[in-house]
């Protein structure tokens, strides 16, 4: 009990310090998912205790609910020839523990080098990379607490760039009841090396979730609350008049439905409201914010994929592969 207060306690303050931190930010892509599931319902999610590996980028607690000796891959196809993708290895450790590591990439491709002039120079690539240490606990038959360490590395061009970070979340999942409750403090750190003289925070993302499953339905529905620092409406794509509360409420919130007609299978429809904003401020009404997806869990081999838009030129797939070594 005394872990679990002193982990509420971190979460917590971690959450107030970042509050006077200011909009600038670097390794903005910690904060994209590559899971197929997690897409599926919104793009964020982390509350849901499945036998899935890619969900641990969002919240090391969920650990717990993998099976030992799991290896997991992610693809998916971002905008304009841009990819991202992620790995994993998940094993347990004793009757309470579980450790993984994993990576996630997004490769940006080839772009013109100019000069400040406009003079092409040639071609130049750009890349981001993470690397990440977790392990979670379970304190008792409810709780789990985690925590997740990870190296970043970005290179643009000529200029690059290394960071640290460390994630803190707890868990809480009643099997009975079929309900899940988690907090995250996700990108608690720093640069160690800046692009350039001036060195700029990390992405800081205190995160509140949930997943509660129908008792008498197939029905699981999922609610997630990001960004809980801020509220100003500087955060937010063409506020140039002072946005409502329920508009900054739900700028802040993803939704997301899974139908699970049996253990093995499962289709997700999910909505994401910032997204949706800024796709229609942009120009774009068409399924901005919806997503979607479907996957399938069977024995060793676990497969997810899904649809989401994140930019008015063209849809995003993803892809997610794990399988249970025994």
């Not at 130049?124 to 008792?140: E, I, P, Q, V």
Request: proline share 2%; aromatic share 14%.
């Amino acid at each position: 009990m005394n872990v679990r207060y002193c982990l509420l306690i971190l979460l917590m303050s971690a959450g107030a310090g970042a509050r006077a931190q200011g909009s600038r930010s670097v390794f903005d892509f910690l904060n994209l998912s590559s899971s197929s599931h997690a897409n599926a319902l919104g793009g964020r999610n982390i509350s849901l205790v499945e036998n899935d590996a890619s969900l641990v980028f969002q919240n090391p607690a969920l650990l717990s609910s993998v099976d030992d000796n799991t290896v997991n891959f992610n693809f998916l196809s971002y905008m304009q020839g841009a990819k991202m993708g992620s790995a994993a290895f998940v094993k347990t450790a004793g009757t309470r523990g579980t450790w993984g590591v994993g990576t996630q990439f997004v490769g940006y491709g080839s772009m013109p080098e100019t000069t400040s002039a406009g003079q092409i120079l040639g071609d130049t690539k750009a890349l981001d990379m993470a690397f990440s240490g977790m392990y979670s606990y379970n304190l008792n038959d409810f709780w789990v607490g985690a925590v997740s360490a990870k190296v970043i590395y970005s290179k643009y061009g000529p200029y690059s760039s290394v960071g640290l970070a460390t994630d803190l979340s707890i868990n809480y999942f009643d099997e009975k009841k079929d309900f899940t409750m988690s907090l995250v403090a996700a990108n608690l750190g720093g640069q160690v090396k800046a692009f350039a003289d001036d060195h700029e925070r990390l992405p800081f993302n205190l995160q509140w979730g949930f997943t509660k499953g129908m008792a008498h339905a197939p029905l699981r529905f999922s609610v997630t609350l990001t960004d809980l620092t801020h509220w100003s409406k500087k955060y937010y794509y063409n506020a140039e008049k002072e946005p409502s509360f329920g508009r900054i409420l739900t700028n802040h919130l993803n939704i997301g439905v899974d139908i699970v007609p049996t253990d093995r299978f499962y289709v997700a429809v999910g909505y994401n409201f910032r997204r949706a904003y800024e796709l229609k401020a942009a120009g774009s009404s068409r399924f901005a914010g919806f997503t979607c997806g479907a996957g399938l869990n069977v024995k060793k081999f676990q497969l997810g994929l899904a649809y989401a838009k994140y930019h008015v030129s063209s849809p995003c797939f993803s892809v997610s592969l794990g399988y249970s070594i025994h």
